[in-house]
């Protein structure tokens, strides 16, 4: 198996076998993206393209269902097998993904004690508090998720209300700042700055929510752990509920 | 006298407005009672963190780019000259630019509006070795040509090679300017290199007006050219790059304000420096607010409205021109 | 008393000299010609004697501090650049700049000056017009009245009547020698030898650099000088207009 894509790189890392997978994508070696960065280093990376992975002569390919269709078009040519998986938006879909991951790779006994165990760490969590704090999800950009991302689901895991959404904002993308700073979150949960410096970035510091998190006990931030849906998003869930009971 | 007045009023009624317009919806009363009373915890934040920045911002950019352009035309005795269009603005975002991309910027504040400056004095300095006050618009004109490009291919060359994934789709805002989301670290980072900038190139105003005459009858009069021309320089530099620094490379407001405002001075450059530094900061105020009212949603770039103003503007100054041009 | 003094002057440029060891000296009352054929060195002169070019020797208006020398010495260069649309008066006005201290307006003696300045040269009509939009030799005077209106004991003027018409041209002759009836020094270069003769009390002439002669115009103008300077022959009478000099012929 070789692995282009950052979450089925994750899944399958997870459930494979020995000698089962091959290559991993070379964003799983970025640590701001990914949380297995030390297991990828066993794998070599690869970057996606057709001719790169064709040479590997993997029995099967995993990828997503936004991964570049010409690649995959091209594989299939090939006479490469290329199985894509979809996007992750809530927890029913990582548990679907294992499953079907455990299923590919034929290790369905597995994916099932996997499942079983998130489905465990998830009850143990406290999430149904009366006092449910508010969280806006700040991105780059004053970029938002929406309700329809992974990042909505973990807030609502640790027992927070997304305040965005709250407010009607469902949809994910860019919303002025203003509108932002008026929801008045009790937490605020930024993306992390790449190295190097950018405009798009220099907003995650504006003195307006420098304000709103002088309210809030620990620095939220969003991590590899918030990008794909893995068994990993549980260890965001946990950090969350920390924060939460501290306030 | 007038003018003055009619300018500060503008200016008045342009940074209210701007204050009381934006996508968080308050109301008039809000307003009032955010920005000055400090009541009702959301709005307040809003209000001081956010709206009086930008309008701030706005003033002070406005301001040190209308400023300068009066003060270069004044001493290169020729309309065309812009800070903008002859490179000095884009050479400013290139300073910036490395000092953000090498990460000297986060490690002392100074790094960023003195790289700036930097640029901005590298790009005046080869200006006036090219193209000096006896050099004709046509030299000016290539010269600026010549360091807009290769300023821009180097910033964009820098912003590619950043680590960073959202670094490369920002030379628009280097390229265009654009004061969304600035905050007050901005106003205080821009604020001491604009006011010694403004007082270098305020004090110029009777050498200018001299220098009317042309170099050797100023001369004769006790205007000591080699130190007008450093305080010119250093002035342009300092006001130009504190300005960019902040807000990107804005262009066209350094020709079209000290255009518009000459027969209203009488055509003397004294004047013009005082009026082109009011009507800057009307013109910039002004089209950060149209800028808001036209597309809320999205970031328009400041530097697209200047240039769809500017650039017929400038075609139609070519014209009337093209017989004067040497 | 003695306004202008230069003592071995010389401006080299590559290795020809341009002014080659040019002593001078000009009192006050003195209406000084400069002539000379072109490339004689005549602006080259004025503008080291101003401190405007680099030089060897001594020039009493060089060694002065700006302000100093801009009270003491008004200069009108040949090329008349009036670089933006101001008026007349804005103009005129600009030679009392030496006289304003930092921040100051113009006071009444200013004013006064700049009054004398226009009704000298009959821009009294003109003062609300538009600078640029008149005449070339209307600019000429405006600049004319500038230098006047800065007030100052010498003059040096750069061939100020070159494009005026005849009676401009005499016009402007007459300011020039009442000024140094006044008690000021006036040294004017020109090509134009027959008013150069009627008007200056001195001419000084210069050939490649050097200083020919020096001397009232009788003395100057004589047949052998200007066809050794000029390469022309002239015809010169004293009538009762005055002297009357006119050249006839090339040799």
């Known amino acids: 198996m070789v692995s282009m894509n950052l979450c089925t790189d994750q899944l399958a890392m997870l459930l494979a076998d020995e000698g089962q997978l091959i290559s991993v994508s070379h964003i799983a070696f970025d640590p701001l993206a990914s949380p297995m960065v030390e297991e990828a280093g066993k794998y070599p990376a690869n970057y996606g393209q057709a001719e790169e992975v064709f040479a590997m002569r993997p029995d099967m390919v995993l990828a997503g269902v936004y991964s570049d269709p010409y690649t995959i078009g091209l594989l299939r040519r090939l006479g490469v097998d290329v199985v894509q998986f979809p996007l992750e938006r809530d927890f029913d879909a990582i548990r679907a993904n294992i499953l079907k991951m455990g299923e590919v790779l034929g290790r369905e006994s597995a994916a099932r004690r996997m499942v079983a165990q998130f489905d465990a760490d998830l009850a143990a969590f406290e999430a149904d508090v009366a006092e449910q704090p508010t969280a806006l999800l700040h991105y780059a950009n004053n970029y938002t998720s929406g309700d329809k991302s992974l990042a909505h689901e973990i807030l609502r895991a640790a027992g927070l209300v997304n305040a965005t959404t709250e407010a009607g904002i469902t949809v994910a993308g860019a919303v002025p700042l203003e509108r932002l700073v008026l929801l008045m979150p009790d937490l605020v949960i930024s993306g992390q700055a790449y190295p190097g410096a950018s405009r798009a970035e220099e907003v995650l510091d504006h003195p307006a929510l420098r304000r709103l998190r002088e309210r809030q006990a620990g620095a939220a931030l969003t991590d590899a752990e918030w990008v794909c849906g893995t068994p990993f998003v549980l260890r965001a869930v946990a950090r969350l509920v920390d924060i939460r009971k501290r306030m | 006298m007038a003018l003055r007045v009619s300018l500060f009023l503008a200016l008045g009624v342009l940074f209210t407005l701007s204050v009381m317009i934006g996508p968080a919806g308050l109301s008039l009363a809000d307003t009032i009672r955010a920005l000055f009373l400090g009541q009702g915890d959301a709005a307040t934040l809003v209000m001081r963190e956010i709206r009086l920045p930008r309008a701030i911002l706005a003033v002070l950019v406005g301001a040190s780019l209308g400023l300068s352009g009066a003060a270069m035309q004044g001493y290169l005795r020729n309309p065309l000259a812009e800070p903008g269009l002859i490179g000095v603005s884009g050479s400013a975002a290139l300073g910036a630019v490395i000092v953000l991309q090498t990460g000297l910027a986060a490690a002392w504040w100074l790094a960023l509006p003195m790289a700036a400056l930097a640029g901005a004095l590298a790009a005046v300095l080869l200006i006036l070795l090219l193209a000096g006050p006896r050099g004709s618009s046509l030299t000016l004109i290539l010269a600026g040509i010549a360091i807009s490009a290769l300023a821009g291919a180097m910033t964009t060359l820098v912003l590619n090679l950043s680590p960073n994934p959202f670094a490369a789709s920002e030379v628009v805002f280097w390229m265009m300017g654009s004061l969304s989301d600035r905050s007050f670290d901005h106003v205080w980072i821009a604020l001491p290199f604009m006011v010694i900038g403004w007082s270098l190139l305020l004090s110029l105003g009777r050498p200018l007006d001299v220098l009317t005459l042309g170099e050797d009858a100023a001369a004769t009069m006790g205007v000591e050219t080699r130190r007008v021309r450093m305080l010119l320089v250093l002035g342009i530099a300092s006001c130009v790059g504190a300005a960019t620094a902040v807000a990107g490379a804005i262009g066209f407001v350094g020709l079209v304000v000290p255009h518009i405002l000459r027969p209203f001075v009488g055509a003397r450059p004294s004047s013009l420096l005082w009026a082109s530094a009011l009507g800057g900061a009307v013109m910039v105020l002004a089209a950060d607010l149209a800028v808001r009212l036209i597309l809320p949603e999205r970031d328009l770039k400041l530097g697209v409205l200047m240039a769809i103003i500017g650039a017929p503007f400038f075609l139609h100054l070519i014209y009337k021109t093209r017989g004067e041009l040497r | ?251």
Do not use: Y
């Not at chain 3, 060089?62 to 101001?86: D, S």
């Not at chain 3, 005026?164 to 002759?173: G, Y």
């Not at chain 3, 020094?185 to 009627?198: C, F, P, Y």
């Open chain 3, 1 to 251: 008393m003695t306004l202008l003094s230069l003592e071995n002057l010389t401006v080299r440029r590559g290795e020809c000299p341009v002014v080659d060891h040019v002593s001078l000296s000009v009192r006050a009352g003195e209406c000084v010609g400069l002539i000379g054929p072109n490339g004689a060195g005549k602006t080259t002169l004025m503008r080291a004697a101003l401190g405007l070019e680099s030089f060897s020797g001594m020039s009493n208006l060089a060694g002065m501090n700006a302000v100093e020398r801009a009270r003491m010495a008004a200069f009108l260069p040949q090329a008349r650049q009036i670089a933006w649309p101001m008026t007349v008066e804005t103009l005129v006005a600009l030679g009392r700049v030496p006289h304003l201290p930092r921040g100051t307006k113009p006071g009444d003696a200013d004013r006064a000056a700049i009054d004398e300045a226009l009704h000298r040269l009959g821009l009294d009509g003109f003062r609300h017009r538009i600078a640029t939009q008149l005449s070339g030799g209307e600019q000429g005077r405006v600049l004319i009245a500038r230098a006047l209106a800065q007030q100052t004991p010498l003059l040096l003027a750069d061939e100020p009547i070159a494009g005026l018409d005849p009676a401009q041209q005499i016009a402007t002759m007459q300011v020039f020698s009442g000024l140094a009836q006044e008690g000021r020094a006036v040294v004017v270069s020109l090509h134009d030898l027959g008013l150069a003769a009627r008007h200056c009390t001195r001419l000084v002439l210069m050939h490649l650099g050097r200083l020919v002669a020096d001397g009232p115009p009788e003395q100057v103008l004589t047949p052998d000088l200007m066809a050794q300077v000029f390469g022309i022959s002239i015809w010169r009478q004293d009538s009762p207009l005055g002297p009357v000099l006119q050249p006839m012929g090339v040799l």
